[in-house]
Nanobody
Framework: QVQLVESGGGLVQTGGSLRLSCVASGLTFGRYTMAWFRQAPGKERDFVAT????????VYADSVKGRFTISRDNAKNTVDLQMNVLKPEDTALYYC????WGAGTSRLQDYEYWGQGTQVTVSS
């Protein structure tokens, strides 16, 4: 049984930082491209960042480029999202997702497994 469990969310002021983490179990982690998506209330789930199964290639949404960094540790089955210079518009429920041998796309439908999400709230 595949499980993705996110943690690290919370309340932070504008300009602050948070580090999200996702621990995966029940899968061969090194074979999966991992990604972060987010969903604000009343809005669609949007792509944030992805890192390929080989670990070398990362892609970011334009809205977070230069502020967020995605990384993975295949030995620990974890993928992290370091978020700096947070803005109120970053407020959302953040989801971890996994795609077997994925190309590292921004499309929700390409990811087979999802976590339950961790809430990030940025106050102005």
């Amino acid at each position: 049984q595949v499980q993705l469990v996110e943690s690290g969310g919370g309340l932070v002021q504008t300009g602050g930082s948070l580090r999200l983490s996702c621990v995966a179990s029940g899968l061969t982690f090194g074979r999966y491209t991992m990604a972060w998506f987010r969903q604000a209330p009343g809005k669609e789930r949007d792509f944030v960042a992805t890192i390929r199964w080989g670990g070398g290639r990362t892609v970011y949404a334009d809205s977070v480029k230069g502020r967020f960094t995605i990384s993975r540790d295949n030995a620990k089955n974890t993928v992290d999202l370091q978020m700096n210079v947070l803005k109120p518009e970053d407020t959302a429920l953040y989801y971890c997702a996994a795609d077997l041998w994925g190309a590292g796309t921004s499309r929700l439908q390409d990811y087979e497994y999802w976590g339950q999400g961790t809430q990030v709230t940025v106050s102005s």
